[in-house]
């Protein structure tokens, strides 16, 4: 923050040495007075000097010479952070990968994992209009399910017609999501987001999570976890429960581990997914986060001068002491 530290309007800093000079003035004018009145009996003194208590400390001077130079370089207009101009924030691209795979048919979040990913996806969407979204389904391989649109209404039928059965591979492999997304994104990638809709990571994809996390244009990363840590019951559509290839039912438990391995080797915040629009609208704040660290050409700096009004105001506040007088 200090190497972007700049002022808007800085011709008003040549304030500043007008103030200290006048301060300085004042205060050797007034310490001559003290001075001239050792030659005065101290009784006649005492009687005579105004504001006799506050002379010994600090002086109205030093009051009004706070509130100025606050003033002065608050009007500087000190600023060290930008504001992304609307346009920038409402066309920032977002790729949303889903993961469709057999642990997504879990009964724990009810209908099912995949069907509330659906429907969060959808609520996503419709909170970011008129931006550019791209989806990307993946299992043990990724595909390109709808290139980046700004239209909503065609993304649902997309997402209702995942399922499973029909990827050609089974798993869960979420490296094989990356080179999709960066092509996707193309020269935006560093102002985009990658999303990923899932039920957890592969402990075996985090290392090439972290070194695309790492690339210097990379996308940001974010991940929506849909599911409980106790996991579910996958079910077929005919009722009957998805089978392990090593036997048993398929273990649906949510691997946290491997959660917080992506969390701090990728950077890659970690949402869950929940009730009501809290975890749509942490989303959102992250996206939000990765455009205010992209290069927007049209973003304006934010003019923090304000915050220096409150030390000016606490400053003539001293005005109200009994006995607190400024002579010029």
């Given at each position: 923050m200090?190497?972007?530290?700049?002022?808007l309007?800085?011709?008003?800093?040549l304030?500043?040495?007008?103030?200290?000079l006048?301060?300085?003035?004042?205060r050797?004018?007034e310490a001559s007075?003290m001075?001239?009145?050792?030659?005065?009996a101290p009784?006649?003194?005492d009687a005579?000097t105004i504001n006799?208590?506050a002379r010994?400390g600090?002086?109205?001077?030093d009051?009004?010479?706070?509130a100025?130079l606050?003033a002065?370089?608050?009007?500087a207009?000190p600023?060290?952070?930008?504001?992304?101009?609307?346009?920038f924030?409402?066309?920032?691209?977002?790729?949303?990968?889903?993961e469709v795979?057999?642990?997504?048919?879990s009964n724990?979040l009810?209908?099912?994992?995949?069907?509330?990913a659906?429907?969060?996806i959808?609520?996503l969407?419709a909170a970011?209009?008129g931006a550019r979204t791209?989806?990307?389904?993946y299992a043990?391989s990724a595909?390109?399910?709808m290139?980046p649109?700004?239209?909503a209404?065609v993304?649902?039928?997309?997402?209702?017609?995942?399922?499973p059965?029909i990827?050609?591979?089974q798993?869960s492999?979420?490296?094989?999501?990356?080179?999709?997304a960066?092509?996707?994104?193309g020269?935006?990638?560093s102002?985009g987001t990658?999303l990923?809709?899932?039920?957890?990571f592969?402990?075996?994809?985090?290392?090439a999570l972290?070194?695309f996390a790492?690339?210097?244009n990379?996308?940001?990363m974010s991940?929506?976890?849909?599911?409980?840590d106790?996991?579910?019951?996958a079910l077929m559509p005919?009722?009957a429960?998805v089978m392990?290839?090593t036997?048993?039912?398929?273990?649906?438990r949510?691997d946290?581990a491997?959660?917080?391995?992506v969390?701090?080797e990728?950077?890659?915040?970690i949402?869950?997914a929940a009730?009501g629009d809290?975890?749509i609208?942490?989303?959102?704040?992250s996206?939000?986060?990765n455009?205010?660290?992209?290069?927007?050409?049209?973003?304006?700096?934010?003019d923090?001068?304000w915050w220096l009004l409150?030390?000016a105001?606490?400053?003539?506040?001293?005005?109200?002491?009994r006995?607190w007088?400024?002579?010029w």
């Amino acid at each position: 923050m200090i190497e972007l530290l700049h002022f808007l309007r800085p011709l008003w800093l040549l304030a500043l040495p007008a103030i200290a000079l006048t301060w300085w003035l004042v205060r050797r004018r007034e310490a001559s007075a003290m001075d001239a009145g050792a030659f005065i009996a101290p009784h006649l003194r005492d009687a005579l000097t105004i504001n006799r208590e506050a002379r010994r400390g600090v002086r109205a001077v030093d009051g009004v010479a706070l509130a100025m130079l606050a003033a002065a370089v608050g009007a500087a207009g000190p600023t060290w952070s930008k504001q992304a101009s609307p346009w920038f924030a409402e066309t920032a691209p977002l790729v949303i990968a889903i993961e469709v795979s057999d642990s997504m048919r879990s009964n724990d979040l009810l209908p099912t994992r995949l069907d509330r990913a659906r429907f969060k996806i959808l609520d996503l969407v419709a909170a970011r209009t008129g931006a550019r979204t791209a989806l990307i389904a993946y299992a043990g391989s990724a595909h390109v399910v709808m290139p980046p649109s700004t239209d909503a209404e065609v993304l649902k039928p997309f997402l209702e017609s995942l399922d499973p059965a029909i990827m050609p591979l089974q798993g869960s492999s979420a490296g094989a999501v990356l080179p999709l997304a960066g092509s996707l994104l193309g020269e935006q990638a560093s102002a985009g987001t990658l999303l990923f809709v899932n039920d957890g990571f592969d402990a075996s994809d985090v290392p090439a999570l972290a070194a695309f996390a790492a690339e210097p244009n990379a996308p940001s990363m974010s991940a929506l976890i849909v599911g409980s840590d106790e996991g579910g019951v996958a079910l077929m559509p005919d009722g009957a429960a998805v089978m392990a290839t090593t036997g048993g039912r398929l273990d649906t438990r949510i691997d946290t581990a491997t959660l917080q391995r992506v969390s701090q080797e990728a950077g890659m915040p970690i949402v869950r997914a929940a009730t009501g629009d809290a975890d749509i609208r942490q989303l959102m704040r992250s996206i939000e986060s990765n455009l205010r660290q992209a290069d927007d050409p049209d973003a304006r700096w934010v003019d923090q001068g304000w915050w220096l009004l409150w030390p000016a105001l606490l400053s003539t506040l001293l005005w109200f002491r009994r006995g607190w007088t400024m002579q010029w």
